[in-house]
């Protein structure tokens, strides 16, 4: 008599006798159905708190964004422009929005936002809503249309596009009156209509002209409406979001503890904004998910100056780790110039500034170490560590849900250096772990203390000095739930931009 054997991972041994002549199909049905019975998937890790939509999700993950402050300003030397100026100062010699993509994409960047309309009310497209716009400049005759341009350099370099429309319009004959609402609706409505998908729609909270002057109440309700009827995936920014909130500074500073969950009730953008530390940390358990967005000139103005040169490698370097590092999207300002290009002196710091990134994060050590976990959810190995270091976003460790507290033991074939550690939650999970310490094995055997911090969130870079080990642990010391952790990175950063000193808050 003949036999199919099968041995299954507890050694059960199966036979099926082919005296009936049995067919293989009906072979092939009993295997399979064995085998769904016996690996069958442990439920993954249930949502916690607020969430990321898809977007926010998309959106957090470019990490990187170019800022384009450019208009009236960067012919008038100023940083707001009163509305008074006049259209024939708009005239760029060699627009070329190509080259700001290009440099864009070349630094890493994955998608650029411009002020299409700041302060002043000076529109970089012929909005039909205004008199202040490019129709009235001596630019292409009055022909020029900058979205237009921008959306075509950005589609032939696979950048995103995104716009930032600001309220407050210093040249409108309507604002500070009701009527003025009904008009920026239809600004919005015109430039999210015509220039395909933006990703991103920039908002602040600027209004008025100071005590004696005028001052708007911005129907944000309205405004908000708009762009999600337009433009549905686009992420909203503003003080309190709703798609991403201000980081609260202008230095290029997440908080060392850095929520991506805000509670918005009752506030607004602008005056009405919550406390500045409050959107540099975020709440521990807000009742929504509004990410932290880090917006920095990579000049001291943000509109192009003369008389200005750009950061330093070493002050873009420390930007990049206090933003991108501490769970922020880094929106970093490039002003073009007078011309209408990016200066030569910033792309060739962009370009040291992304040889540097590379260079530093090209040998993650993590992934040719052992690393063993204190609980794999449901002991199933689809929740296990290697999910730590394949590069697959939607892989993670994950432990059983009332293991809150615990542990990864990194092991290495021999002793290695380092000084630089990536951490990243699985968000679409919701944000988790409050708090954590990292230790590292001396030569005589004992455990010591590392690094200790809080949040990590979509990303966490931790700094510390220099260290020779041929093994780590990371304890989880705090969560609100099961951590799901989708990667971790350990790399040796040379460049020695803060000297032997981690950064200090």
């Known amino acids: 008599m003949h036999y199919i054997y099968i041995l299954s991972t507890t050694t059960l041994q199966y036979y ?11 072979i092939t049905l ?12 442990v439920e993954p890790p249930a949502p916690y708190g607020a969430c990321p939509t898809a977007s926010q999700i998309a959106w957090q993950r470019m990490e990187m964004n170019m800022f384009c402050h450019f208009g009236p300003n960067t012919f008038t030397d100023k940083e707001w422009g009163d509305g008074t100026e006049s259209e024939e100062l708009f005239d760029p010699t060699d627009l070329d929005c190509n080259q700001w993509a290009e440099t864009a994409k070349m630094a890493g960047m994955k998608g650029i936002i411009v002020t299409a309309k700041h302060h002043d009310g000076f529109c970089l497209w012929p909005n039909p809503h205004s008199t202040h716009t490019v129709l009235r400049s001596p630019w292409k005759d009055g022909k020029g249309d900058l979205l237009v341009l921008l959306r075509q350099a950005c589609d032939n370099n696979g950048l995103k596009m995104g716009i930032y429309i600001s309220p407050w319009d210093r040249n409108a004959p309507t604002y500070g009156t009701e009527a003025y609402n009904e008009t920026f609706r239809l600004t919005l409505q015109d430039a999210l209509s015509r220039y395909g998908e933006i990703f991103e729609q920039w908002f602040d909270g600027a ?43 202008e230095n290029g500073e997440a908080g060392e503890s850095c929520w991506s969950t805000l509670n918005i009730d009752n506030f607004t953008p602008g005056a009405g904004a919550p406390p500045t530390d409050t959107l540099n940390q975020g709440n521990r358990n807000g009742n929504l998910w509004v990410p932290a967005e880090t917006d920095v000139s990579i000049r001291p103005g943000w509109f192009y100056h003369p008389n200005e040169h750009p950061k330093s490698l070493k002050e873009l370097l420390r930007i990049y780790y206090t933003s991108v590092g501490r769970n922020s999207l880094l929106l970093l300002n490039v002003p ?23 260079t530093i994060f090209a040998n993650n050590l993590a992934s040719d170490a052992k690393i063993e976990a204190t609980n794999i959810r449901g002991n199933n190995e689809e929740y296990g560590t290697d ?27 021999k002793a290695a250096t380092f000084n630089r550690i990536v951490l990243q939650e699985y968000i679409p999970l919701g944000q988790r772990i409050e708090r954590f310490h990292i230790e590292y094995k001396t030569p005589s055997g004992k455990w010591e203390t590392l690094t200790t911090a809080t949040t990590i969130g979509y990303k966490r870079i931790l700094l510390f000095t220099t260290t020779t080990t041929d093994a780590i642990r990371i304890i989880i010391d705090q969560s609100l739930a099961c951590p799901t952790i989708n990667a971790l990175g350990i790399y040796l950063d040379e460049y020695d931009a803060f000297g032997q000193d981690p950064i200090e808050d």
Do not use: H, M
């Not at 290009?341 to 962009?350: A, F």
């Not at 939607?394 to 033991?409: H, K, Q, R």
């Open 387 to 413: 999910a730590l270091v394949d590069n697959n976003f939607n892989s993670y460790w994950a432990t059983d849900d009332d293991i809150l507290t615990p542990t990864l033991t990194i092991t290495f074939d």
């Open 16 to 26: 099926i006798p082919l005296k009936y002549k049995a067919t293989n199909n009906i």
């Open 336 to 358: 073009p110039d007078r011309r209408g290009r990016i200066p030569e002196e910033d792309s060739l710091r962009l370009a040291e500034f992304r040889d540097a990134l590379d």
């Open 207 to 249: 209004n008025g002209e100071g005590p004696a002057g005028k001052k708007q109440t911005y129907d944000w309700p309205l405004f908000n409406s708009t762009v999600k009827s337009l433009q549905p995936n686009a992420v909203i920014f503003s003080d309190v979001g709703p798609g991403c909130r201000w980081v609260g500074n």
């Open 30 to 41: 009993l295997i399979v159905a064995f085998l769904c019975v016996s690996c069958r998937s």
